[in-house]
């Protein structure tokens, strides 16, 4: 037993040097100074995390999720339909869930917060698992352990689901000062809910001028969204008779998904609100002249919404599971089965994966609930045969009443070039009232599979 202790504590000194860095910046540097003198006891700041999580024993063998959104919400419901035996604990270091699908149309007043938050304790009620509100500070697969802000936790099984993170040296920010402001004052809206409430009273509030949205190049969350996102602003500024142009700078050469019926939006109906750019590659950002750089003009701006490239969570990164090839630091593992390279014990899933699906919510669930099939089939020792996730999503261009587009996709192997191609396809680019009813009924019955009964 003190063996035990002793070898944790050496194991956490040495691993929290290496992994902690997105975590609190000033720990690992204690604790390593520690070890490396080999005097004093950890300070109490840190004592808990070296202890057990204080958790119920588990009935079974345990599974541990690692994020609390759409990816991770899924694992937890059906790890434990197919393998009821499993002790399921999700845990996510925010309280409660917001959705980002449809939080377009939230910005542009079609519907109201309480639609898009939902409770991590009804979801682990109601589909017999436990919840854990903790931050993950690393893990160690040798030990099977994770380490988070409660102490540590033991697993038999551990999917990490923790999403994505912004990548600002890629669009020439590489200062950690100019970051933190830039991130502050012109939040991209795509991993917190924050960032949402912060752009939502921007828009209701801009009084007029140039506002710049950006749409980032490699393979960021929710292709069609800022596309989306440009329309609802626009709506809202014609709404409120704002005078306000809305410069949108797309990294990419052209639109990059529902391309004709973003375009007819744009035209038929925002034709005063959107100036749409293309091959806008954003080199730099001066935030004190407020200004975004490309390589050929410089846009002066009264307000901004920068959305950064994404690369996937630090977390896969600091524990050395990236795959080096990748360019968003995706996680290594075998694109059929999940788990990572050498180790069916621990998988990646949702928008951290290394497969070059959609990043949505809808690619997340279908494919949550094939992982958890290869899980428990992995714990019986039978083996599940690969099936394509499928991408759904809506797009919303008009509101009051809301109106919608809609693509659903699925995905298959080809084994010439070794890469994932999109199979079947079915695209609605004519927005209507049915797409924006649509939208709400789609969201209403995801919500009710991942939360309710
Ligand atoms: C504006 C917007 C509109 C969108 N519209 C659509 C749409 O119409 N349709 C669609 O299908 N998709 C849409 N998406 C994309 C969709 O939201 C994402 O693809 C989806 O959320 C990915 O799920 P995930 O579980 O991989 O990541 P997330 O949903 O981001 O979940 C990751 C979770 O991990 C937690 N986490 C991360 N690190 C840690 C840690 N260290 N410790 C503890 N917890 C941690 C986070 O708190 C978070 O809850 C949209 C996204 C945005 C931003």
């Known amino acids: 037993m003190s063996n035990e202790k002793n070898f944790s504590r050496r194991r956490f000194l040495q691993f929290t040097g290496l992994t902690l860095a ?54 937890a419901k059906y790890l434990k339909r197919h393998n009821p035996a499993f002790d399921v604990l999700l845990i ?19 519907i109201n917060l309480d639609f898009l938050s939902h409770s991590f304790f009804d979801a682990a009620d109601n589909h017999d698992y436990h919840f854990l509100q903790a931050t993950v500070l690393g893990f160690d697969r040798e030990s099977r352990k994770i380490y988070t802000d409660v102490g540590h936790i033991a697993y038999e ?18 200062d950690a000062e100019q970051q933190e ?25 801009f009084k007029g001028g140039t506002f710049v949205l950006n749409v980032p190049n490699g393979d960021y969350r929710c292709t069609a969204a800022p596309y989306e996102r440009a329309c609802m602003m626009a709506a809202v500024f014609k709404k409120r008779r704002v005078h306000a142009k809305i410069l949108l700078l797309d990294m990419n050469t052209g639109i990059k998904i529902k391309k004709d019926g973003f375009h007819r939006a744009f035209d038929e109906l925002y034709k ?33 919404i920068i959305y950064p490239p994404i690369r996937a969570s630090r977390l896969i990164d600091e524990a050395g599971i990236a795959n080096p090839k990748s360019p968003q ?29 959609s990043k949505g919510g809808h690619t997340a669930h279908s494919e949550g609930k094939y992982v958890a099939e290869v899980i428990a089939g992995h714990a019986l020792g039978k083996d599940i045969a690969w099936r394509s996730p499928q991408t759904m999503c809506f797009s919303s261009v008009e509101i009051d009443p809301l109106q919608a587009m809609s693509i659903i996709t699925y995905y298959k192997f080809n084994e ?9 396809t079915h695209m609605i680019e004519d927005w209507d009232l049915q797409g924006g009813q649509a939208s709400l009924a789609w969201a209403e019955g995801m919500f009710r599979d991942l939360f309710y009964r």
């Open 329 to 357: 630091r995706a996680a290594n593992t075998d694109p059929f089965r999940y788990h990572v390279v050498g180790d069916e014990h621990v998988y990646v899933t949702g928008d951290s994966r290394g497969q070059p699906f």
């Open 416 to 424: 010439q070039t070794n890469v994932f191609d999109f199979d079947r």
């Open 22 to 75: 997105g975590a609190a910046h000033a720990a690992p540097a204690v604790a390593t100074e520690q070890a490396a003198s080999g005097v004093g006891a950890t300070p109490p700041a840190f004592a808990r995390l070296l202890r057990a999580a204080s958790l119920p024993q588990p009935k079974g063998a345990r599974v541990v999720i690692v994020g609390g959104g759409w990816s991770g919400l899924t694992l």
């Open 157 to 174: 099984y551990l999917v990490l689901a923790p999403g994505i993170d912004y990548d600002y040296a890629r669009i020439g920010v590489e």
């Open 92 to 110: 996510d270091r925010h309280p409660s869930f917001v959705s980002f699908p449809l939080s377009n149309s939230w910005l542009a007043d079609q």
């Open 181 to 205: 402001l830039l991130f502050q004052h012109y939040p991209g809206g795509f991993v917190s809910a924050s960032e949402l409430l912060t752009i939502k009273h921007k828009i209701q509030t």
């Open 272 to 304: 005063d609100y959107i100036e749409y750019l293309p091959s806008s590659e954003i080199s730099g950002i001066d935030l004190d002249a407020k200004a975004v750089t490309t390589e050929f003009d410089e846009y002066p701006f009264d307000d901004a």
